[in-house]
């Protein structure tokens, strides 16, 4: 049946999560595009064993995700010409089976709709605080929204008409692009529906430590490109990590320059923020607390990925990726 619905997977060494992945989307769509970006692991031919067709991008050129995902979205459109949906989807994610027909359906009735998404569960939660941390952090409201992530299923034309992802960022494409939809006069919708499960496998703390210097680089370079009103885009995350993450240490250090130990008092107010935020959560005792905790303690990450931000501005250096796995 034709259906003008294709689907652009990006990946790199994902092994059987790619394989779960790829399978998922059979029968969802007329054509899948699955982009690879340098991967020694078999995850070429594997996909091409399951008869999709692989784009292995030119390794030479600076790799981002959104390069990743406008050069699949290029040769969709190459080999599907009555192109008029696409899903994006990580390799690392499996899509829930009946998703992309009633994100379809939702967008066929919501003209004014440019980008659906619905609710991205963590495969395995259970293994890892950081693996729960992630499934916790898009447990998000449905109804209208700011942004989308990854995962989600996009008018062509309105991607077109914007240009795709911006390719140089390292992280935050998603929520850039939608900026620029939502000024164009689009609309994103989150649907109340499951979509994807995705796989982190985050067992270390360094992951955890790596994933939050990447948001904080993300939030600074979105600041930076949207963050004058009227969108002021990322600039509260921004302020917040600088606070938390290096106003306050500083000003526990001066405290104890002038009046000794006891200025380490002012220590106290990450334990009662954390408290704070832990009473507002909505999900069990625990988690409300492990996750009040890590949004805490992750201001000091979000504020080095910040500093690497302003240092690559001001050294013209090339921006590098911040991997955690």
Same mark, same amino acid.
């Given at each position: 049946m034709t259906t003008g619905i294709g689907v652009v997977v990006i990946g790199r060494n994902e092994g059987q999560r790619l394989v779960r992945c790829l399978a998922s989307l059979a029968g969802a769509a007329e054509q899948v595009v699955y982009v690879d970006s340098g991967s020694t692991d078999g995850s070429v031919q594997q996909a091409q064993t399951l008869g999709v067709e692989v784009l292995a991008l030119d390794m030479a050129q600076p790799f981002t995700a959104a390069r990743a995902r406008n050069e699949g979205f290029n040769r969709l459109q190459q080999l599907l010409p009555g192109l008029r949906l696409v899903q994006f989807v990580d390799g690392d994610c499996e899509v829930v089976p009946g998703w992309v027909q009633s994100a379809a359906a939702f967008l066929d009735a919501q003209p004014q709709v440019a980008v659906v998404c619905g609710r991205r569960r963590e495969r395995h939660p259970e293994r890892s605080v950081y693996n729960l941390l992630c499934d916790l952090e898009w447990d998000t409201p449905s109804g209208e929204a700011r942004a989308c992530g990854g995962d989600a299923l996009m008018r062509a034309g309105a991607f077109s008409a914007m240009g795709g992802y911006r390719a140089g960022l390292i992280a935050g494409e998603e929520p850039e692009l939608c900026v620029r939809l939502r000024a164009a006069g689009w609309k994103v919708w989150r649907m109340d529906a499951e979509m994807t499960l995705?796989?982190?496998?985050?067992?270390?703390?360094?992951?955890?430590?790596?994933?939050?210097?990447?948001?904080?680089?993300?939030?600074?370079?979105?600041?930076?490109?949207?963050?004058?009103?009227?969108?002021?885009?990322?600039?509260?995350? +921004? &302020? %917040?990590?600088?606070?938390?993450?290096?106003?306050?240490? $500083? #000003?526990?250090?001066?405290?104890? /320059?002038?009046?000794? @130990?006891?200025?380490?008092?002012?220590?106290?107010?990450?334990?009662?923020?954390?408290?704070?935020?832990?009473?507002?959560?909505?999900? +069990? &005792? %625990?988690?409300?607390?492990?996750?009040?905790?890590?949004? $805490? #303690?992750?201001?000091?990450?979000? /504020?080095?990925?910040? @500093?690497?931000?302003?240092?690559?501005?001001?050294?013209?250096?090339?921006?590098?990726?911040?991997?955690?796995?």
């Open positions: 995705h796989d982190a496998a985050m067992t270390r703390f360094g992951q955890w430590w790596q994933r939050s210097q990447r948001a904080g680089y993300a939030y600074a370079e979105g600041a930076a490109l949207h963050g004058a009103p009227p969108e002021r885009h990322w600039l509260r995350e +921004s &302020r %917040r990590a600088w606070w938390w993450g290096l106003g306050i240490p $500083v #000003l526990i250090a001066l405290a104890c /320059m002038v009046v000794g @130990a006891w200025g380490l008092l002012l220590a106290l107010v990450y334990p009662l923020q954390a408290m704070r935020l832990a009473r507002k959560g909505s999900r +069990s &005792r %625990r988690e409300n607390r492990l996750q009040a905790l890590f949004l $805490v #303690l992750g201001k000091f990450p979000e /504020m080095l990925g910040q @500093a690497r931000y302003f240092w690559r501005r001001m050294t013209a250096g090339k921006a590098q990726l911040i991997e955690y796995k």
